[in-house]
């Protein structure tokens, strides 16, 4: 064997924050993250995805190149980096990057100070993603900075803050260079704000910020270097649990290797094989990496092209063909731009760091972005095995249609080549995502044509396309057939015929997405013609007279350019103590401890001794019998301690919160896909999922299997109660007016996607059974109750901890309350600390998410576009057992009237009972939806009326004081007040005008725009469900530890309580300290969910410091001039207790349902949203162009947090309703499992100008210092996007003169746009409206 010749390296060396690493049993399965945080214990990293698709877990890597002596920094993805492949490396950490205890980086505290971070659980790979970009350019480009960026989410921040951090290392001006003639909009001489009120537009001060001084970064490691240089490199063999890595160093070595294992996969960025084998169960034994040898990482100019080595990294490829492009004449450099141009959007720079230019090719998946580009191009791969060489054509390797052509297993690919593009030659690449960045393609192509020199004659022409089917397909037949024809309108039409007779898509005719993708094979030829014809006018204009002007605009693409913001709030008054935080944008407790790392979640919490790791056994069926559970397997895996059933819980496996039970182990039926059925404990997460996997579960399938809306229906499956809402007389008042519309509209689900997964710590202390829990969760109480109960043991033994949670949105409630109870049923029995955290793909598969909503609705109105009445249906999906889906229903009702009054109104709804994961609270808690069906029969009336959708809004909207449709009264002034603000912010009109101007002049692209107003109600509904309480102690060395019920969970609650302490208290914020919230200290804490968590424990705390403060008010009074330290010592001698709880009894809310009246509500956030789109017909991409918001927060209590709620919000909305979208197999297995396949907004979706302006003055009389809660609010703002959308898709309906009436369903994606926008290319798909209305493709002129 290979490998037995050379010397084994029986260590693997490397560094980590400058520290020598030397594993001598260096697993070849094990990846860097783990290893980071269980072996090295170094946490700051964390675990989003494991998946390469979220970010969380960069870090950077740096390798020394001795022939060059350069070192080369970049960043990567620890989760899918195996450490074997780190030998010689230095790996930073954010640790390694600064810290609190000695110095922190200018990249941590400008992350913090601009209120970059809300959870926290994203920032330590936004961190590492900056600093790697500083490292290697200290001072970059705002394009560098967002591309550095497009590989890490987050869920809370809305990403401005974090782009606000990254400004201020940019070289260029960080003025948003808004107004008409350039000048900055912050520039106040020219009074902006015409207002009386003193504002500001800024949430932090740049002149706090450290310099960047790159001589104090960490060096890399001399004796790396020496080791580089001085030692021969030598084959690495690392043999781990059950398999064996081997890394040659020479060509010949690895064709030996590759005779003996044939089967072994190369591995160079493991960002293929990797997931295969995490998610895929893929199992290889042997793995060869051949990363060090030279012949794979050549770069070589010949007289006709590029020659790239196979393990060169797509990054390096990237900036040589950048080189490249502008080192030679245009007409050379076609293809390498086309390449480019795929490169640009190929997975996020931590992919395009590691993965290898080979890989991409040779791994031969459908959605690769390169082979169809490489393969149109003529590239030639260079292959190698033992003895023989050879080169053949990118293509061949597709000829047989599946892609398995051609490269035998013994075969490697040494290199690839790039031709030189030539004169008359013309190359494209086109690709359309879900998501424009980090999104692998829907579908995607490379064209080329060569024409005979000086004519518009096809010599030859070359045409393949990704994503359509298993792999990459050539449509050979076509190409052949349009050789010798002319670049022209006939040409075309017949190229799409044949494209679309040639390339045959599984799935069935009729099939959305498989019409959608077909659309795109066409529309992506269009572009491809639009643009040669183009170039050939360049070449001769005489002859050729290119394509229209209105067209031209299609041919570029959307860029991601950094966004410009601006955010508006209203000064504290100036008489206001400096001292007093009240009002000012404090920065969040714990924003430097998330951007050092330090900040601790669940799966931070050192390892407790004899620990267990928990891994659960989910159903694979929706609906049916277990007819068995075999473990034996599972119990004979290495390191498995148990496996735990429903007979194993001591007491409760279920709880009835209502009719329908929540249960804890899945017993005899499974009612949904995810159910948890059993839970595997063993010695680590690895060996327990490995066990998890061999439980067999046998089934007998249950009818009926019911999954949507409509088979609930069908099957009058719905939890009780139904509920009614009506006011006026709606029949009568449908007998009176003047039109009548009907419609309907479905809203699909959404997941929380919080980033930190379901995690939690159990640990029975050993006595009286007691038992520690540690977990991420929104309502400790519940948690305490739930593991009681199924424990049979009082609430007084179960102490629950919760002290940050990274981000809940609603998702950590009671479902979180069931995992704790499998966790402490397994500590229970094992008597053993059990670690439960959820994978992604767990976590989306077990737990369920927002409702999906189908909404019927029948609305009357006058010519003038009064709506005088509205008769609705709502259903809503509430899965397998009832969780809160009532009470969303309900919601869903009270909140349907938005901005609008309506006489006569009557709505039921009605909660379906169906075989998903329980659906659940999701911030706006049933309002986002209910709200858009709103906003949509708006739109519908305006279409009908031929008024302007705003013009609808403004005559329905609630314009006194008035009643609601369940009798509560509302003041709607400052609901007018943002309506007023947000149409001159946004220049609404002249805009709009603009708008106009810009759709007349471009066809294939169009602009929209749109303005929302929202009504927000703010209330729990009953008044137990808002009480609260704190727990404040002074120490007698004047310091002070607060504590409360409510739990921080990014919305800088911590924070804001601690201001409202120092306020009270009268001292400085840095003598109060929050330790964690705990059932312990708080007992009985209601749930901080519903934007209430400022409010009710803002009260307890004031009470708690109020009774503080008349306690020491005495000695106050005796020694004016003393200090604070001073009257706490007195007090202590004086015997004064300085330990007091405070509470808030609750709203005085409530809701009679009989009657259909009450005030469930205490009070209205309001706001007004407006934005603006541009979309691309041809693709039904679209671009975010700006989003004026105007909201209406009272007296905010901390401007910089409540505007990060806002505008985190609003994009979690855009999400929503543009993008977020779960597909499900036709038995309820979901496909949406992680980030790869589930899209949320990235940093390329926010909009490029994002402005968000605090309504001033506005004060409210209920809450903490006149202030409102504003956790939730902005989320339905997001649907102004939704309905900008609309509005260009109409301007492209009315200029085709298609239908007038068309509905919409959420999320609007690209699939829905490019349908909407019918075209004779969706005339080709069957069935399609616009087939019969046109008939043919026209270019110089429109269709
Ligand atoms: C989060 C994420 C996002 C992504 N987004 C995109 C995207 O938008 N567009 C896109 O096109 N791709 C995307 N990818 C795929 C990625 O580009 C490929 O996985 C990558 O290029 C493969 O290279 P690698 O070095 O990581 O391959 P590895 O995983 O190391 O190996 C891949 C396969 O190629 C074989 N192989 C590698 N090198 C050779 C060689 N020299 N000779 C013979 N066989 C070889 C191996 O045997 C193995 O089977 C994404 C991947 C991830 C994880
Ligand atoms: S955890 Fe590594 S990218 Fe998500
Ligand atoms: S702060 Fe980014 S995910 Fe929470």
Redesign the pocket.
Same mark, same amino acid.
């Given at each position: 064997m290979a490998q037995q010749g050379a010397a084994a390296a029986p260590e693997l060396v490397f560094f980590v924050n400058g520290r020598k690493i030397i594993e001598k049993n260096a697993d070849p399965e094990q990846m860097l993250l783990a290893y980071l945080r269980k072996r090295l214990c170094l946490t700051g990293t964390k675990y989003g995805c494991g998946g390469g698709g979220c970010g969380a877990c960069t870090v950077m890597i740096s390798t020394y190149e001795p022939a060059s002596k350069k070192i080369r920094h970049y960043s990567a993805n620890a989760c899918l980096l195996p450490i074997c492949s780190l030998y010689g490396a230095a790996v930073t950490t954010v640790e390694g990057i600064g810290s609190t205890k000695t110095r922190i980086h200018p990249v941590q505290e400008r992350l913090a100070k601009c209120h #970059?971070?809300? !959870? #926290?659980? !994203?920032?330590p790979g %936004?961190v590492m993603s900056i600093y790697t970009l500083l490292r290697n350019h200290p001072e970059p480009t705002s394009e560098q900075m967002i591309a550095a960026l497009a590989g890490n989410?987050?869920?809370?921040?809305g990403y401005r803050p974090i782009l606000d951090a990254c400004k201020t290392f940019c070289k260029e001006s960080i003025c948003c260079q808004r107004k008409a003639n350039g000048k900055c909009c912050l520039d106040q001489e020219d009074n902006l704000f015409d207002n009386e009120e003193k504002v500001s537009t800024s949430l932090f001060s740049a002149d706090e910020f450290q310099p960047l001084d790159p001589t104090q970064e960490l060096i890399f490691p001399p004796e790396l270097m020496r080791m580089a240089e001085n030692q021969p490199k030598r084959t690495l063999v690392f043999r781990g649990e059950r398999i064996t890595w081997i890394s040659p160093v020479s060509l010949d070595e690895l064709l030996d290797l590759k005779a003996t294992y044939p089967k072994a996969p190369l591995v160079v960025g493991n960002t293929s094989v990797g997931p295969d084998m995490k998610f895929r169960r893929v199992f290889h034994p042997v793995l060869i990496a051949p990363a060090r040898i030279p012949d794979l990482n050549v770069l070589k100019y010949t007289n006709d092209g590029l020659t790239l080595g196979a393990a060169c990294s797509l990054s390096l490829v990237k900036d040589i063909l950048t080189n490249a492009i502008a080192k030679f004449p245009e007409e050379k450099t076609r293809v390498f731009c086309a390449v480019l141009q795929q490169l640009r959007t190929l997975g996020g720079e931590q992919i395009r760091n590691v993965a290898s230019f080979g890989g991409n090719i040779v791994s031969r998946k459908s959605t690769s972005d390169l082979n169809p580009v490489l393969a149109a191009s003529n590239c030639m791969l260079n292959l190698a095995s033992k003895g023989q060489r050879r080169q053949i054509a990118v293509s061949d390797i597709f000829a047989d249609g599946v892609g398995n052509n051609t490269i035998t297993p013994e075969e490697i690919l040494v290199s690839i080549h790039i031709p030189y593009s030539r004169k008359g030659e013309y190359v494209s690449a086109f690709r359309q995502a879900p998501r424009r960045e980090n999104a692998l393609p829907i579908t995607n192509a490379g064209m080329r044509v060569l024409f005979e020199e000086g004519t518009d004659v096809i010599k030859d022409l070359s045409i393949f396309y990704g994503g359509a089917v298993s792999t990459t397909v050539c449509a050979k037949q076509t190409c052949w057939t349009l050789t010798g024809r002319h670049w022209n309108e006939q040409m075309l039409d017949e190229a799409c015929r044949l494209v679309l007779k040639e390339i045959v898509l599984p799935g069935s005719a009729g099939d959305e997405n498989v019409d959608y993708k077909k659309t795109l094979m066409v529309s992506f030829f269009y572009r491809f013609f639009l643009e040669v014809s183009q170039s050939l006018k360049t070449m001769d204009p005489c002859h050729y007279p290119g394509i229209p002007v209105e067209y031209g605009s299609v041919l570029q693409d959307f860029k991601t350019r950094m966004p410009q913001s601006i955010q508006i709030y209203q000064d504290v008054d100036p008489s206001q103590s400096p001292q007093d935080p009240v009002g000012r944008p404090v920065m969040h407790q714990s924003g430097i401890k998330?951007a050092t790392g330090e900040a601790v979640y669940i799966d931070d919490l050192p390892s407790v001794d004899g620990e267990l790791f928990l891994a659960p056994v989910t159903s694979s069926r929706a609906h049916a019998k277990i007819v068995s559970i075999d473990t034996s397997e599972a119990l004979k895996g290495a390191g498995v301690f148990d496996v735990i059933t429903a007979h194993d819980v001591p007491a409760a496996n279920e709880f009835h919160f209502s009719d329908d039970p929540e249960i804890i182990f899945a017993k005899n039926e499974v009612i949904c896909v995810g159910q948890i059925v059993c839970a595997v404990v063993a010695d680590s997460d690895v060996h327990a999922k490995q066990a998890a996997a061999k439980v067999k579960i046998e089934y007998e399938m249950l009818e009926p299997v019911i999954l949507t809306i409509e088979e609930a229906i069908k099957h009058n499956s719905f939890f009780e109660p139904k509920r009614k809402l009506e006011q006026g007389n709606v029949d009568e008042a449908f007998e009176t007016v003047d039109n009548i519309i009907e419609g309907e509209i479905c809203i699909g689900g959404q997941k929380h996607f919080? %980033?930190e997964t379901q995690s939690m710590l159990v640990v029975p202390k050993g006595e009286d059974k007691e038992m520690d829990l540690y977990v991420s969760a929104q309502h400790p109480a519940v948690i305490q109750e739930m593991v009681a109960a199924s424990l049979g043991v009082p609430a007084n033994r179960i102490m629950c901890h919760v002290k940050r949670v #990274? #981000?809940a949105f609603g998702g950590k409630i009671v479902r979180t309350g069931l995992l704790a109870s499998v966790a402490a049923v397994a500590a229970n029995k094992t008597s053993r600390a059990v670690r439960l955290i959820l994978s992604r793909e767990d976590d989306m598969v077990i737990l369920g998410g927002r409702h999906p909503f189908m909404a019927k609705y029948k609305v009357g109105f006058m010519n003038d576009g009064r709506i005088t009445a509205v008769d609705a249906i709502y259903y809503i999906n509430g899965g397998c057992t009832p969780d809160e889906s009532v009470l969303v229903a309900e919601v869903s009702l009270l909140k349907m009237d938005n901005a609008y009054k309506i006489p006569n109104l009557r709505c039921c709804a009605y909660a379906c009972k169906t075989n998903l994961p329980s659906n659940v609270a999701f911030r706006g808690f049933g309002f986002p939806q209910s709200g858009l069906v709103t906003e949509t029969w708006i739109t519908d009336v305006a279409d009908k009326t031929g008024l302007s959708p705003e013009k609808i809004r403004e005559i329905n909207m609630y314009k006194k004081s008035e009643q609601t449709h369940f009798k509560q009264t509302l003041d709607p002034q400052n609901l007018i007040r943002c309506w007023n603000e947000c149409m001159e912010k946004s220049a609404y009109h002249s805009r709009r005008t603009a708008i106009n101007e810009f759709n007349k002049q471009n066809y294939w692209k169009k602009r929209g725009i749109a303005i929302v107003p929202m009504k927000f109600p703010f209330g729990l509904g009953t008044p137990y469900l808002s009480q609260a309480a704190a727990l404040v102690h002074i120490y007698t060395d004047g310091s002070v530890l607060l504590t409360h019920g409510g739990i921080e969970m990014?919305q800088g609650l911590h924070t804001k309580m601690i201001q409202v302490a120092s306020r009270e208290l009268n001292i400085p914020m840095s003598r109060i300290h929050f330790c964690e919230t705990s059932t312990t200290t708080v007992p009985n804490a209601c749930a901080s969910v519903g934007s209430a968590g400022t409010d009710v424990n803002g009260m307890a705390v004031k009470d708690a410091c109020q009774t503080l403060l008349k306690r020491l008010q005495p000695i106050i009074e005796k020694n004016p001039t003393g200090t604070w330290n001073d009257w706490i010592r007195e007090a202590f001698k004086q015997s004064v207790s300085l330990s007091a709880t405070g509470y808030f009894r609750g709203y005085n809310e409530y809701m009679d349902w009989e009657k259909g009246e009450g005030q469930p509500f205490t009070y209205f956030i309001f706001g007004a949203a407006c934005s603006e789109v541009e979309i691309n017909c041809l693709t039904g991409d679209h671009k975010n162009l700006r989003t004026d918001i105007v909201m209406d927060v009272g007296c905010s209590i901390n401007p910089a947090v409540d505007i990060g709620q806002i505008e985190g919000a609003f994009v979690q909305g855009v999400g929503l309703y543009t993008m977020e979208e779960l597909k499900y197999s036709s038995e309820g297995v979901l496909y949406t499992r992680g980030p790869d396949q589930y899209k949320i907004p990235a940093v390329c979706d926010i909009p490029e100008q994002f402005s968000v302006s605090l309504l001033s003055p506005s004060q409210n009389p209920y809450a903490i210092y006149a202030s409102k809660g504003i956790g939730e609010a902005g989320f339905f703002l997001g649907c102004s996007v939704f309905f900008a959308l609309r509005d260009a898709v109409t301007a492209v309906r009315n200029e085709r003169e298609l239908k007038k009436t068309f509905a919409l369903n959420s999320p609007l994606t690209a699939e829905q746009i490019r349908a909407n926008c019918a075209d004779a290319f969706t005339g080709m798909m069957a069935n399609n409206e616009a087939s019969s209305s046109l008939g043919h493709i026209c270019v110089n002129g429109k269709p």
């Amino acid at each position: 064997m290979a490998q037995q010749g050379a010397a084994a390296a029986p260590e693997l060396v490397f560094f980590v924050n400058g520290r020598k690493i030397i594993e001598k049993n260096a697993d070849p399965e094990q990846m860097l993250l783990a290893y980071l945080r269980k072996r090295l214990c170094l946490t700051g990293t964390k675990y989003g995805c494991g998946g390469g698709g979220c970010g969380a877990c960069t870090v950077m890597i740096s390798t020394y190149e001795p022939a060059s002596k350069k070192i080369r920094h970049y960043s990567a993805n620890a989760c899918l980096l195996p450490i074997c492949s780190l030998y010689g490396a230095a790996v930073t950490t954010v640790e390694g990057i600064g810290s609190t205890k000695t110095r922190i980086h200018p990249v941590q505290e400008r992350l913090a100070k601009c209120h #970059g971070s809300q !959870c #926290g659980f !994203c920032t330590p790979g %936004m961190v590492m993603s900056i600093y790697t970009l500083l490292r290697n350019h200290p001072e970059p480009t705002s394009e560098q900075m967002i591309a550095a960026l497009a590989g890490n989410l987050c869920r809370c921040t809305g990403y401005r803050p974090i782009l606000d951090a990254c400004k201020t290392f940019c070289k260029e001006s960080i003025c948003c260079q808004r107004k008409a003639n350039g000048k900055c909009c912050l520039d106040q001489e020219d009074n902006l704000f015409d207002n009386e009120e003193k504002v500001s537009t800024s949430l932090f001060s740049a002149d706090e910020f450290q310099p960047l001084d790159p001589t104090q970064e960490l060096i890399f490691p001399p004796e790396l270097m020496r080791m580089a240089e001085n030692q021969p490199k030598r084959t690495l063999v690392f043999r781990g649990e059950r398999i064996t890595w081997i890394s040659p160093v020479s060509l010949d070595e690895l064709l030996d290797l590759k005779a003996t294992y044939p089967k072994a996969p190369l591995v160079v960025g493991n960002t293929s094989v990797g997931p295969d084998m995490k998610f895929r169960r893929v199992f290889h034994p042997v793995l060869i990496a051949p990363a060090r040898i030279p012949d794979l990482n050549v770069l070589k100019y010949t007289n006709d092209g590029l020659t790239l080595g196979a393990a060169c990294s797509l990054s390096l490829v990237k900036d040589i063909l950048t080189n490249a492009i502008a080192k030679f004449p245009e007409e050379k450099t076609r293809v390498f731009c086309a390449v480019l141009q795929q490169l640009r959007t190929l997975g996020g720079e931590q992919i395009r760091n590691v993965a290898s230019f080979g890989g991409n090719i040779v791994s031969r998946k459908s959605t690769s972005d390169l082979n169809p580009v490489l393969a149109a191009s003529n590239c030639m791969l260079n292959l190698a095995s033992k003895g023989q060489r050879r080169q053949i054509a990118v293509s061949d390797i597709f000829a047989d249609g599946v892609g398995n052509n051609t490269i035998t297993p013994e075969e490697i690919l040494v290199s690839i080549h790039i031709p030189y593009s030539r004169k008359g030659e013309y190359v494209s690449a086109f690709r359309q995502a879900p998501r424009r960045e980090n999104a692998l393609p829907i579908t995607n192509a490379g064209m080329r044509v060569l024409f005979e020199e000086g004519t518009d004659v096809i010599k030859d022409l070359s045409i393949f396309y990704g994503g359509a089917v298993s792999t990459t397909v050539c449509a050979k037949q076509t190409c052949w057939t349009l050789t010798g024809r002319h670049w022209n309108e006939q040409m075309l039409d017949e190229a799409c015929r044949l494209v679309l007779k040639e390339i045959v898509l599984p799935g069935s005719a009729g099939d959305e997405n498989v019409d959608y993708k077909k659309t795109l094979m066409v529309s992506f030829f269009y572009r491809f013609f639009l643009e040669v014809s183009q170039s050939l006018k360049t070449m001769d204009p005489c002859h050729y007279p290119g394509i229209p002007v209105e067209y031209g605009s299609v041919l570029q693409d959307f860029k991601t350019r950094m966004p410009q913001s601006i955010q508006i709030y209203q000064d504290v008054d100036p008489s206001q103590s400096p001292q007093d935080p009240v009002g000012r944008p404090v920065m969040h407790q714990s924003g430097i401890k998330h951007a050092t790392g330090e900040a601790v979640y669940i799966d931070d919490l050192p390892s407790v001794d004899g620990e267990l790791f928990l891994a659960p056994v989910t159903s694979s069926r929706a609906h049916a019998k277990i007819v068995s559970i075999d473990t034996s397997e599972a119990l004979k895996g290495a390191g498995v301690f148990d496996v735990i059933t429903a007979h194993d819980v001591p007491a409760a496996n279920e709880f009835h919160f209502s009719d329908d039970p929540e249960i804890i182990f899945a017993k005899n039926e499974v009612i949904c896909v995810g159910q948890i059925v059993c839970a595997v404990v063993a010695d680590s997460d690895v060996h327990a999922k490995q066990a998890a996997a061999k439980v067999k579960i046998e089934y007998e399938m249950l009818e009926p299997v019911i999954l949507t809306i409509e088979e609930a229906i069908k099957h009058n499956s719905f939890f009780e109660p139904k509920r009614k809402l009506e006011q006026g007389n709606v029949d009568e008042a449908f007998e009176t007016v003047d039109n009548i519309i009907e419609g309907e509209i479905c809203i699909g689900g959404q997941k929380h996607f919080y %980033m930190e997964t379901q995690s939690m710590l159990v640990v029975p202390k050993g006595e009286d059974k007691e038992m520690d829990l540690y977990v991420s969760a929104q309502h400790p109480a519940v948690i305490q109750e739930m593991v009681a109960a199924s424990l049979g043991v009082p609430a007084n033994r179960i102490m629950c901890h919760v002290k940050r949670v #990274g #981000g809940a949105f609603g998702g950590k409630i009671v479902r979180t309350g069931l995992l704790a109870s499998v966790a402490a049923v397994a500590a229970n029995k094992t008597s053993r600390a059990v670690r439960l955290i959820l994978s992604r793909e767990d976590d989306m598969v077990i737990l369920g998410g927002r409702h999906p909503f189908m909404a019927k609705y029948k609305v009357g109105f006058m010519n003038d576009g009064r709506i005088t009445a509205v008769d609705a249906i709502y259903y809503i999906n509430g899965g397998c057992t009832p969780d809160e889906s009532v009470l969303v229903a309900e919601v869903s009702l009270l909140k349907m009237d938005n901005a609008y009054k309506i006489p006569n109104l009557r709505c039921c709804a009605y909660a379906c009972k169906t075989n998903l994961p329980s659906n659940v609270a999701f911030r706006g808690f049933g309002f986002p939806q209910s709200g858009l069906v709103t906003e949509t029969w708006i739109t519908d009336v305006a279409d009908k009326t031929g008024l302007s959708p705003e013009k609808i809004r403004e005559i329905n909207m609630y314009k006194k004081s008035e009643q609601t449709h369940f009798k509560q009264t509302l003041d709607p002034q400052n609901l007018i007040r943002c309506w007023n603000e947000c149409m001159e912010k946004s220049a609404y009109h002249s805009r709009r005008t603009a708008i106009n101007e810009f759709n007349k002049q471009n066809y294939w692209k169009k602009r929209g725009i749109a303005i929302v107003p929202m009504k927000f109600p703010f209330g729990l509904g009953t008044p137990y469900l808002s009480q609260a309480a704190a727990l404040v102690h002074i120490y007698t060395d004047g310091s002070v530890l607060l504590t409360h019920g409510g739990i921080e969970m990014g919305q800088g609650l911590h924070t804001k309580m601690i201001q409202v302490a120092s306020r009270e208290l009268n001292i400085p914020m840095s003598r109060i300290h929050f330790c964690e919230t705990s059932t312990t200290t708080v007992p009985n804490a209601c749930a901080s969910v519903g934007s209430a968590g400022t409010d009710v424990n803002g009260m307890a705390v004031k009470d708690a410091c109020q009774t503080l403060l008349k306690r020491l008010q005495p000695i106050i009074e005796k020694n004016p001039t003393g200090t604070w330290n001073d009257w706490i010592r007195e007090a202590f001698k004086q015997s004064v207790s300085l330990s007091a709880t405070g509470y808030f009894r609750g709203y005085n809310e409530y809701m009679d349902w009989e009657k259909g009246e009450g005030q469930p509500f205490t009070y209205f956030i309001f706001g007004a949203a407006c934005s603006e789109v541009e979309i691309n017909c041809l693709t039904g991409d679209h671009k975010n162009l700006r989003t004026d918001i105007v909201m209406d927060v009272g007296c905010s209590i901390n401007p910089a947090v409540d505007i990060g709620q806002i505008e985190g919000a609003f994009v979690q909305g855009v999400g929503l309703y543009t993008m977020e979208e779960l597909k499900y197999s036709s038995e309820g297995v979901l496909y949406t499992r992680g980030p790869d396949q589930y899209k949320i907004p990235a940093v390329c979706d926010i909009p490029e100008q994002f402005s968000v302006s605090l309504l001033s003055p506005s004060q409210n009389p209920y809450a903490i210092y006149a202030s409102k809660g504003i956790g939730e609010a902005g989320f339905f703002l997001g649907c102004s996007v939704f309905f900008a959308l609309r509005d260009a898709v109409t301007a492209v309906r009315n200029e085709r003169e298609l239908k007038k009436t068309f509905a919409l369903n959420s999320p609007l994606t690209a699939e829905q746009i490019r349908a909407n926008c019918a075209d004779a290319f969706t005339g080709m798909m069957a069935n399609n409206e616009a087939s019969s209305s046109l008939g043919h493709i026209c270019v110089n002129g429109k269709p």
